[in-house]
């Protein structure tokens, strides 16, 4: 598939929302990467915060101190020769770092402050930019980017979702019970989905996309289908 992405004045985005163990990060990049487009993994700004917040021993219950080293976070995604991103904080490559289980669930924490939400909102803007944007996260279409072109949401079982994380997680040598991290990820949806700001839910124009059957290929060719469906770009 050979993927020209069509471009206008104004740059495009495409939102790729859904619940963690989806499949949005792969999938965000390797999309992003086809079109040349900017990509915008939201997610790992959080990581982020709370992350840098932990090196300067910022407690979490300190929200404006928190929401302060959002707005300064020094970072930088910088992408490889394989479709990934490498993410550099303060100088220091911190890419396996912020995806741990504990790095996921301090994001948790700290992404329902309104304030740490607030201070991140411009910054991700910032990355909108010609010739475009893939966001992934968990508002980018309800909050972030409401008037982008094409909003999707990913879904899967949490079975599914806790599976690909055991193998990930075994992949890099991390021991994991498979029941603690599918409670873990089931805790985590309650949290995302039942905080009072910018919950975790699709957008109501969001191309929902079912991945729990579906291997990577699958859903990057699935994701195509609706670029063009929706006039983003044009297959040769």
Do not use: C
Not at 117 to 131: D, E, G, M
Not at 147 to 154: D, E, V
Request: charged share 25%; no cysteine.
């Amino acid at each position: 598939m050979q993927a020209d992405a069509k471009h206008s004045a104004e740059p495009s985005v495409v939102t790729i929302d859904g619940p963690s163990g989806t499949g949005k990060g792969t999938i965000s990049a390797i999309v992003a990467g086809k079109l040349g487009w900017n990509m915008l993994d939201s997610g790992a700004l959080y990581r982020l915060t709370a992350l840098a917040a932990i090196n300067h021993a910022i407690d979490f219950n300190d929200k404006n101190k928190i929401a302060g080293i959002a707005e300064t976070l020094d970072v930088a995604f910088v992408p490889d020769t394989n479709n990934q991103i490498r993410i550099v904080l303060e100088g220091q490559d911190v890419t396996n770092d912020i995806r741990t289980e504990t790095a996921g669930n301090n994001a948790s924490i700290i992404a329902a402050i309104p304030e740490v939400r607030q201070a991140l909102v411009n910054r991700q803007h910032a990355f909108l930019h010609s010739p475009g944007l893939v966001a992934d996260g968990r508002d980018m279409g309800t909050v972030i980017f409401p008037n982008a072109p094409l909003k999707i949401f990913l879904t899967a079982s949490a079975e599914e979702r806790a599976s690909r994380r055991l193998k990930q997680l075994k992949e890099k040598g991390i021991n994991v019970n498979i029941d603690s991290l599918s409670r873990e990820i089931s805790e985590r949806d309650e949290r995302d989905s039942s905080r009072t700001v910018a919950p975790l839910k699709p957008a109501d124009d969001a191309e929902i996309l079912d991945t729990s059957d579906l291997t990577i290929d699958e859903v990057v060719e699935s994701v195509f289908v609706l670029l063009q469906k929706y006039g983003l770009y044009e297959e040769n």
